[in-house]
Nanobody, 120 residues
Framework: QVQLVESGGGLVQAGGSLRLSCAAS????????MGWYLQAPGNQRELVAR???????IYTDTAKGRFTISRDNAKNTVYLQMNSLKPEDTAVYYC??????????????WGQGTQVTVSA
């Protein structure tokens, strides 16, 4: 019914930049908050940044000043611009969205994840 498809991950040197994208598709009625999470090997999934439908944002301390979350509501897409990347940013990054469809109540959806690897 609903799919979140991420793109934009890859290998980058420390200090470099990447832009992640996540597009939601399906029988979507509305999308509330969207966000990005990361999961490093052996660790739990944790929040990076989140954005409401109105554009209000929150960032973790790690992301503040380096990452920028944005969204295009017309395209049901959320972005994460990551600058000044560090090796410790290496992780699988997951897109998350609170979506209401025409047949179901609002619930969480997750993308499949995209690998970000930052070399020293």
């Amino acid at each position: 019914q609903v799919q979140l498809v991420e793109s934009g991950g890859g290998l980058v040197q420390a200090g470099g930049s990447l832009r992640l994208s996540c597009a939601a598709s399906g029988i979507i009625r509305s999308i509330n908050a969207m966000g990005w999470y990361l999961q490093a090997p052996g660790n739990q999934r944790e929040l990076v940044a989140r954005i409401t439908s109105g554009g209000s944002t929150i960032y973790t301390d790690t992301a503040k000043g380096r990452f920028t979350i944005s969204r295009d509501n017309a395209k049901n897409t959320v972005y994460l611009q990551m600058n000044s990347l560090k090796p410790e940013d290496t992780a699988v990054y997951y897109c998350n969205a609170d979506i209401t469809t025409w047949t179901t109540r609002t619930r969480d959806y997750w993308g499949q994840g995209t690998q970000v690897t930052v070399s020293a």
